[in-house]
């Protein structure tokens, strides 16, 4: 079983629509959470760190499930721009762990 | 200011051959991460340094990976005896410092074809 466990899509849905990606991990002992976003051929870069008590941004929102070991994006009024693959991230100790990702494609 | 740099871009070896990618964090970070990302994969870890100390190279896949940062900010990656399956994208990233909830910043990375 993969450490950090992602859909990997593709995910395609229009402009304006809400879509939720989830992520789980193996390691109960795991201490932070994390959404990156990794365009096409570039480095990833930080989303948002994702709180026990849930936190947004604008137009997403993370929540982290500790009992269940479960981790989630919520994109609304996805935008054009919002193209890319999402990257799950678990960090525990000094080791980081990427989710293998998941793409989603929004479409005008 | 200035990110995380990576040298070269890009480097085609022959199998059998050795390579060094280089990394330049972001100046005063202590903390600094190698990655390999492979077609279709998230990064996946190889070494951590905290500052000229390796902390953790649990992630270096054998004995032909070794990686040094002996002033504490630029980094060498050094892999002998290439093999082809070690073409992929190699990834580096900085921190503030190595706790947990800091946010990690990746430079463009150095993508590795081994013939």
């Known amino acids: 079983r993969k450490e950090v466990e992602q859909d990997p899509g593709p995910f395609n849905v229009p402009e304006g629509a809400t879509v939720a990606f989830n992520c789980t991990y193996s390691?109960?002992?795991?201490?932070?959470f994390f959404w990156y976003r990794q365009d096409c051929r570039k480095e990833p870069k930080l989303l948002m760190s994702?709180?026990?008590s849930g936190n947004e941004d604008g137009r997403f929102t993370a929540q982290l499930n500790r009992a269940s070991q479960y981790i989630s994006l919520l994109i609304r009024d996805s935008k054009l721009s919002d193209s890319a693959t999402y990257l799950c991230?678990?960090?525990?100790?000094?080791?980081?762990?990427f989710g293998a990702g998941t793409r989603l494609f929004v479409k005008a | 200011g200035a990110g995380v740099s990576q040298t070269p871009s890009n480097k085609v070896t022959e199998k059998g051959k050795y390579v060094e990618l280089r990394c330049d964090p972001i100046?005063?970070?202590?903390?600094l991460y190698w990655y390999r990302q492979s077609l279709g994969q998230g990064p996946e870890f190889l070494i951590y340094?905290?500052?000229?100390?390796?902390?953790?190279d649990s992630g270096l896949p054998n004995d032909r990976f070794f990686a040094v940062r002996p002033e504490g900010s630029v980094s060498t990656l050094k892999i002998q005896r290439t093999e082809r399956g070690d073409s992929a994208v190699y990834l580096c990233?900085?921190?503030?410092?190595?706790?947990?909830?800091?946010?990690?910043?990746f430079g463009p990375g150095t993508r590795l074809t081994v013939l």
């Open positions: 991230v678990v960090k525990g100790g000094f080791k980081t762990i």
């Open positions: 390691n109960s002992a795991s201490q932070s």
């Open positions: 994702v709180y026990s």
């Open positions: 340094f905290q500052g000229t100390g390796a902390a953790d």
């Open positions: 990233a900085s921190s503030l410092t190595g706790l947990a909830y800091n946010e990690q910043f």
């Open positions: 100046s005063g970070h202590t903390a």
